[in-house]
């Protein structure tokens, strides 16, 4: 679960929608 929630994770703050 650790692997899947950091994938999650990476791929919001990567998200250019998430810098606004």
Same mark, same amino acid.
């Given at each position: 679960? !650790? +692997? !899947? +929630?950091?994938? *999650?994770? @990476? *791929? *919001?703050? !990567?998200?250019?929608? @998430?810098?606004?």
């Amino acid at each position: 679960m !650790a +692997t !899947a +929630t950091s994938d *999650l994770m @990476s *791929l *919001l703050r !990567a998200s250019p929608s @998430s810098r606004g």
